[in-house]
């Protein structure tokens, strides 16, 4: 497609980059979704431990892998197994066996796929006779037997291995943005930048093209259209006011970014408006904090801290030093007035009474930002488990396009450089040899122009890139092996934006600002801030993120960059939804990239997700959130956030009032110790753990009191299984997880569910 017809409509007006960049892809069709509702996720009783089989009368029980390795989709494991002889007489003996195998991850689903699963080796200390017997028993049935593993049980293992003190962490800014604070209904409109003017075609009327707002220029007055409203100022920076008769050219320009589905023009929805919401735009990376009123204080209990109750931010007033605290994007800020200055607290110097905060609070996922917590801990170790695929390499096309000839920059620190004036990530590693990502997947080509293919490796020195470039996000990427037909490939939470910092905790954002291009069109780039991004931890799904929306919240705008906007329709709503469990390789097409998956949220065929995460994602509110009809403004609060209605269904066993912020009064307690609470020794030897928490070895016929050595090596294993257990179990105890709304839906503008984003570092602008 040539740049001229691709850009010379507005649909990319509002998204952060200008330049579209179709990738070849296929949507989702009537046939993928048929597949993903016939494709079924093994029940909770298929994925427990042990796993039994029987061959000619051998009875085989085996036990839950022990991680030693999971680097990407290589994925290395121990476990203790029980072989029994035929005859009801005989006693089992015990060993140990070694496997390697590529993990396919569906976090959705909470499922690990294992394929070319290979038995290394094994050892019977008590009978080395039928060592290779047995072996060649095990390899004969583990394949299937060990297929498929609960998410919940590896990730608890992986969580307590030598292998997760290898987590990468980043040296990420965190310079404060700008914090606004309102009382009163307001709206937060973001310019990337000094404001960019374009003419609309046909049209005296110019507008901000660095802006996924519709704010308009006409006869030296500034227009923003918001909450089914016009507002008018002479300064972008404001005041803005009211306007009740705005000008048929302006509605003429409205109607000509909706016909074209450049703009979020945030409808208010049925629920009635009662107040008119003040207005903040700023050119520079900012956040807005609200309160409903004056700041209510009400004590945290156990705690120096109190609540800011009224307010949808992660707002605390610690009285030992009379400050005010709020978490954004993973950070802290303190002031000793909620009208700042604010300045970044460091992790360490933190109040140690956060991590006091109790788990059933309604603030508690602010724990996920408190160093040292369990749920910080969590939260790194989700954060480095990927999200897999298997492409078709003969399938998956890109078409990359321009603002003019391509156009390339220097990648600081690096020998690389990147083309400016594309949402696609195009990197160039000589003359000879470019490397682009689109959803996830890694193509090459010997121009910039292409033709591109499919890469099945990606050099090294591109994992270098520095959290100072804007494509430092596809560095979280990679390709783990190919064939001829095929190439296995992944990406974890920081290709959506996550990092974790040196202090051990996950941030939204490296707290860079990054230009934006501004030519023709408007290339935006990652930002850290304006977006409300929060954290959670719950007992059912485990660590997520997205982006923030509430009864106060009115940072209305949405990410424009990377796998958030696909090609040149509009942006999915991803502030929804927990993004560590949404998909992006369901952008291909089942016919391109087979991602495991049974159920669970599919953004890309109309279909929701029914759970307690479900809506707007408010991690840090005490209030609750309707969930019949369910509209996203607040008739009062100024939360313009609106939306069509959506009915959302709660989840079994999770019934307390905006459960999506809060863990079960009462968590499903882990499995009590049974004789298959076996462990496989380093050693090869077999241990269990007592009630009494005292260690004992197998000897063959009988169990001793087990050397000092492996009880320290084995302990943690102990711990990490009964974490492991509880989380599955909860997870199960909601019904499974996901289910299916029986109706897509459609958001005015976006072009209803299945027109959807994510992609380059993109988004949008005009002529």
Same mark, same amino acid.
């Given at each position: 497609m040539k740049i001229s017809d691709r850009f010379n409509s507005f649909r990319l007006i509002a998204l952060a980059a200008a330049v579209a960049c179709s990738a070849g892809l296929r949507a989702q069709s009537a046939a993928a979704s048929a597949r993903s509702d016939q494709e079924v996720t093994p029940a909770g009783d298929e994925l427990t431990w042990?796993?039994?089989?029987?061959?000619?009368?051998?009875?085989?029980?085996?036990?839950?892998?022990?991680? !030693?390795?999971?680097?990407?989709?290589?994925?290395?494991?121990?476990?203790?197994?029980?072989?029994?002889?035929?005859?009801?007489?005989?006693?089992?003996?015990?060993?140990?066996?070694?496997?390697?195998?590529?993990?396919?991850?569906?976090?959705?689903?909470?499922?690990?796929?294992?394929?070319?699963? !290979?038995?290394?080796?094994?050892?019977?200390?008590?009978?080395?006779?039928?060592?290779?017997?047995?072996?060649?028993?095990?390899?004969?049935?583990?394949p299937t037997v060990s297929k498929t593993v609960a998410l919940d049980h590896v990730e608890a293992s992986y969580a307590v291995s030598e292998a997760v003190k290898k987590s990468r962490t980043v040296a990420v800014k965190n310079d404060p943005p700008r914090i606004l604070y309102s009382a009163v209904p307001s709206l937060l409109v973001l310019i990337d930048g000094p404001p960019a003017l374009r003419p609309m075609p046909g049209s005296a009327v110019e507008r901000v093209i660095n802006s996924r707002a519709l704010i308009l220029k006409d006869g030296g007055v500034f227009y923003l259209y918001a909450s089914d409203q016009w507002y008018q100022a002479l300064d972008v920076g404001g005041p803005w006011t009211w306007t009740a008769s705005p000008a048929a050219s302006l509605d003429a320009a409205k109607q000509a970014a909706v016909a074209n589905q450049s703009v979020d023009l945030m409808p208010l929805g049925t629920n009635a408006v009662t107040t008119t919401p003040a207005i903040f735009v700023s050119t520079v990376p900012a956040e807005l904090i609200q309160t409903e009123g004056p700041p209510n204080l009400v004590p945290i209990e156990g705690t120096d801290l109190m609540q800011i109750e009224n307010s949808d931010n992660a707002l605390f007033f610690y009285n030992s030093n009379q400050r005010f605290y709020v978490l954004i994007s993973g950070r802290w800020f303190d002031a000793s007035s909620l009208e700042g200055p604010w300045k970044f607290v460091p992790y360490k110097q933190l109040p140690k009474d956060f991590a006091k905060i109790p788990p059933t609070h309604p603030k508690a996922n602010a724990l996920v930002s408190v160093p040292g917590t369990s749920q910080a801990n969590e939260a790194v170790i989700a954060n480095s488990i990927p999200q897999t695929a298997t492409v078709q390499r003969h399938e998956a096309t890109l078409d990359v396009t321009y603002d003019g000839a391509p156009m390339f920059k220097p990648i600081t620190g690096t020998p690389l450089q990147y083309a400016v004036n594309t949402p696609t990530p195009v990197i160039e590693l000589n003359i000879?040899?470019?490397?682009?990502?689109?959803?996830?997947?890694?193509? !090459?080509?010997?121009?910039?122009?292409?033709?591109?293919?499919?890469?099945?490796?990606?050099?090294?020195?591109?994992?270098?890139?520095?959290?100072?470039?804007?494509?430092?996000?596809?560095?979280?990427?990679?390709?783990?092996?190919?064939?001829?037909?095929?190439?296995?490939?992944?990406?974890?939470?920081?290709?959506?934006?996550?990092e974790v910092c040196p202090d051990h905790v996950v941030v939204y954002g490296t707290g860079w600002y990054y230009p934006p291009y501004i030519g023709s069109y408007w290339l935006g780039s990652p930002c850290t801030y304006g977006f409300g991004a929060g954290f959670a931890d719950n007992w059912g799904i485990g660590f997520g993120f997205g982006f923030g929306a509430g009864e106060l919240l009115g940072t209305w705008c949405h990410p424009w960059w990377g796998p958030y906007h696909w090609g040149w329709r509009h942006h999915f709503d991803y502030d929804r939804v927990s993004l560590n469990h949404v998909n992006i390789y369901h952008h291909w097409g089942p016919d391109v990239a087979h991602a495991e998956h049974?159920?669970?949220?599919?953004?890309?065929?109309?279909?929701?997700?029914?759970?307690?995460?479900?809506?707007?994602?408010?991690?840090?509110?005490?209030?609750?959130?309707?969930?019949?009809?369910?509209?996203?403004?607040?008739?009062?609060?100024?939360?313009?956030?609106?939306?069509?209605?959506?009915?959302?269904?709660?989840?079994?066993?999770?019934?307390?009032?905006?459960?999506?912020?809060?863990?079960?009064?009462?968590?499903?307690a882990p499995r009590p110790f049974t004789p298959h609470n076996l462990y496989g020794g380093r050693d090869g030897s077999v241990y269990r753990q007592n009630p009494s928490g005292s260690w004992e070895r197998n000897t063959g016929p009988s169990w001793h009191p087990a050397p000092a050595a492996p009880r320290a090596e084995l302990q943690p294993h102990a711990f990490g299984r009964a974490m492991g257990e509880q989380r599955f179990n909860n997870f199960h105890s909601f019904g499974g997880g996901f289910s299916h709304s029986p109706s897509g839906f459609a958001h005015p503008g976006s072009g209803g569910g299945s027109q959807v984003g994510g992609g380059g570092h993109a988004g949008g602008g005009h002529r």
């Open positions: 042990p796993r039994e089989f029987q061959d000619n009368g051998t009875k085989v029980d085996i036990y839950q892998p022990q991680i !030693e390795k999971w680097e990407g989709a290589d994925f290395e494991t121990r476990s203790a197994v029980a072989i029994t002889p035929p005859g009801s007489s005989n006693a089992p003996v015990y060993g140990v066996f070694w496997m390697k195998a590529r993990a396919d991850v569906d976090k959705a689903a909470r499922i690990v796929t294992l394929n070319d699963i !290979e038995v290394t080796r094994a050892k019977f200390p008590s009978v080395p006779a039928l060592q290779n017997e047995y072996l060649a028993l095990i390899r004969k049935h583990v000879e040899s470019y490397y682009a990502v689109e959803n996830g997947v890694w193509f !090459e080509a010997a121009l910039p122009n292409g033709p591109w293919a499919v890469a099945t490796s990606v050099p090294a020195v591109i994992y270098s890139i520095p959290a100072s470039s804007p494509l430092h996000y596809v560095t979280y990427v990679r390709v783990y092996g190919s064939t001829p037909d095929v190439v296995y490939v992944g990406y974890t939470p920081g290709y959506l934006g996550t049974g159920y669970g949220f599919n953004a890309w065929n109309a279909r929701e997700w029914s759970h307690n995460w479900s809506g707007h994602f408010s991690p840090y509110s005490s209030r609750a959130f309707d969930r019949n009809g369910i509209e996203h403004y607040g008739a009062y609060h100024g939360n313009f956030h609106a939306r069509v209605p959506e009915s959302l269904a709660a989840p079994r066993g999770f019934e307390q009032p905006n459960s999506h912020t809060h863990v079960p009064q009462a968590p499903v």
